[in-house]
């Protein structure tokens, strides 16, 4: 395929596969065999700078969740990653003056870093900002732990502009909570 995705393919970059090769490692299970099982090229594991087709990406998430037994594979990787996986976006976002400009930032940017979710932010009456982020329709009905491995990463980037006890008055999914929390 070369380093390049056909621009009708939902693709995202290779950094947010950073951290699950070893993590996988410890967990039992070959990631490279995983990562051609998914139709996602190995390389990708070691690049930070590839587009990848999204759909690879999300079934890699899901896979290595049922291949190391482990249904928290997500927030398992989130302990490893920060908001630097997004590369470029992330260095824009660390620019903004304020939290919320960061937000903004994000919201508004998101598709340099993929074109196969969204994240959207929505006023609240006190002030506050409901974040959402989601897969964008058709990129795969199973997100688990792309989703989680998301919301954690920008809950981690909260606390660290907001102070460690930061936490969201609430955090809604589409599926149930898993059996171990990080």
Do not use: K
Request: with cysteine; hydrophobic share 50%.
């Amino acid at each position: 395929m070369g380093p390049f995705v056909e621009n009708r393919q939902v693709w995202v970059r290779s950094g947010v596969l950073a951290g699950a090769v070893p993590l996988l490692a410890e967990l039992g299970v070959d990631a490279d065999a995983l990562a051609a099982d998914c139709g996602l090229d190995p390389e990708a594991l070691a690049q930070a700078d590839l587009p990848v087709p999204g759909t690879a990406v999300v079934a890699f998430f899901e896979n290595a969740a049922e291949r190391s037994g482990c249904d928290d594979f997500g927030l398992r990787l989130s302990a490893r990653q920060d908001l630097s996986i997004l590369g470029p976006l992330w260095m824009t976002m660390r620019s903004a003056m304020t939290v919320r400009d960061a937000l903004q930032v994000l919201a508004q940017f998101f598709v340099v870093h993929t074109s196969g979710a969204l994240v959207s932010l929505e006023p609240q009456a006190d002030g506050s900002l409901l974040v959402s982020y989601a897969l964008s329709a058709g990129v795969s009905p199973r997100d688990r732990q792309t989703v989680e491995l998301g919301l954690a990463l920008l809950c981690h980037e909260m606390r660290l502009h907001c102070g460690a006890g930061w936490m969201p008055r609430a955090a809604p999914f589409t599926h149930g909570r898993p059996a171990s929390l990080v």
